[in-house]
């Protein structure tokens, strides 16, 4: 699966991006997707992870209730609406995908990357 990522730039706090992910080579359907993100001196922690066939969905608690994960199976994209940004979502964000169904928060299992893009949150 290749993975590109897009849709970063620099936005006020309080703001909203949405960042996109589109995958190609293999059919979606046994995948779960994840977006991902690092900031500076920090480790890559989990932000949101969506079933691609069922599209069942999970989010980590810092996000939850601000971020939205979605997909389009036609255009075989992946979304992160990300609203209500904060300082603190200020990193490089990566999307991710895993064959299997359970969605999982550990980077470790997910075999493929896209390159990031980066998201900045002003104060």
């Known amino acids: 699966v290749q993975l590109q990522a897009s849709g970063g730039g620099l936005v006020q706090a309080g703001g909203s991006l949405r960042l996109s992910c589109a995958a190609s080579?293999?059919?979606?359907?046994?995948?779960?997707m994840g977006w991902f993100r690092q900031a500076p001196g920090k480790e890559r922690e989990f932000v949101s992870a969506i079933n691609w066939s069922g599209g069942n969905t999970y989010y980590a608690d810092s996000v939850k209730g601000r971020f939205t994960i979605s997909k389009d199976n036609a255009k075989n994209t992946l979304y992160l609406q990300m609203n209500s940004l904060k300082p603190e979502d200020t990193a490089l964000y990566y999307c991710?995908?895993?064959?299997?169904?359970?969605?999982?928060?550990?980077?470790?299992?997910?075999?493929?990357w896209g390159q990031g893009t980066q998201v900045t949150v002003s104060s």
């Open positions: 991710a995908a895993r064959w299997g169904t359970y969605l999982i928060s550990n980077d470790l299992d997910y075999g493929y």
């Open positions: 080579g293999r059919t979606l359907s046994n995948y779960v």
